[in-house]
T-cell receptor, first 117, second 111 residues
Framework: GAVVSQHPSWVICKSGTSVKIECRSLDFQATTMFWYRQFPKQSLMLMATSNEGSKATYEQGVEKDKFLINHASLTLSTLTVTSAHPEDSSFYIC?????????????FGNGTRLTVT | EDKVVQSPLSLVVHEGDTVTLNCSYEVTNFRSLLWYKQEKKAPTFLFMLTSSGIEKKSGRLSSILDKKELFSILNITATQTGDSAIYLCAVEANSGYALNFGKGTSLLVTP
């Protein structure tokens, strides 16, 4: 089945620094990937839709200059949290589907737990 | 505005019990409804439902969709402690293909 790999699985950084999270589709090509954020005991909230070769589409309330998304190839999307602050601490999860299969479900990476100190 | 509502929000049962989790939704241009199980990490896929009345089954888990009444149920029979997790319901619309998640049902199965 479709496999989505996300790296790193956890990261601790200091306030003001930037952190890059990678999301790869391992055995399929993904023209679109989705980035979600999950706070403790809450559901997944869509942050942005990453489109290969074009600009990402951000959900209302998500700062595009703070959460930089790059989808440079059909198998890789990156999310960079710039100038991180403690309130950015969260669980970030990427997802993608095999676009060649209309009924393929979204598959998720294992997530990245970000802690900003 | 698209909406996904799950109930109950939390549930505690004994091993061997049968549970039914509910998901109701409102979405424009419905494409599919999906169930995921989330333990400590990211959600793992359980079922994808696109047609009404057709039960999907995998071992002790089963799910069915009612597109007229706009809801789905997830059944787990003969529950085991390993079934303890958060079960997420998500709905997908034709536009954008992103998933809109409910808040989840937190299930705890006690020995």
């Amino acid at each position: 089945g479709a496999v989505v790999s996300q790296h790193p699985s956890w990261v601790i950084c200091k306030s003001g620094t930037s952190v890059k999270i990678e999301c790869r589709s391992l055995d399929f090509q993904a023209t679109t990937m989705f980035w979600y954020r999950q706070f403790p005991k809450q559901s997944l909230m869509l942050m942005a839709t990453s489109n290969e070769g074009s600009k990402a589409t951000y959900e209302q309330g998500v700062e595009k200059d703070k959460f930089l998304i790059n989808h440079a190839s059909l198998t890789l999307s990156t999310l960079t949290v710039t100038s991180a602050h403690p309130e950015d601490s969260s669980f970030y999860i990427c997802s993608a589907r095999d676009g060649t299969d209309y009924y393929s479900p979204l598959h998720f990476g294992n997530g990245t737990r970000l802690t900003v100190t | 505005e698209d909406k996904v509502v799950q109930s109950p929000l939390s549930l505690v049962v004994h091993e061997g019990d049968t549970v039914t989790l509910n998901c109701s939704y409102e979405v424009t241009n419905f494409r599919s409804l999906l169930w995921y199980k989330q333990e400590k990490k990211a959600p793992t896929f359980l079922f994808m439902l696109t047609s009404s009345g057709i039960e999907k089954k995998s071992g002790r888990l089963s799910s069915i969709l009612d597109k007229k009444e706009l809801f789905s149920i997830l059944n787990i029979t003969a529950t085991q402690t390993g079934d303890s997790a958060i079960y997420l319901c998500a709905v997908e619309a034709n536009s954008g293909y992103a998933l809109n998640f409910g808040k989840g049902t937190s299930l705890l199965v006690t020995p």
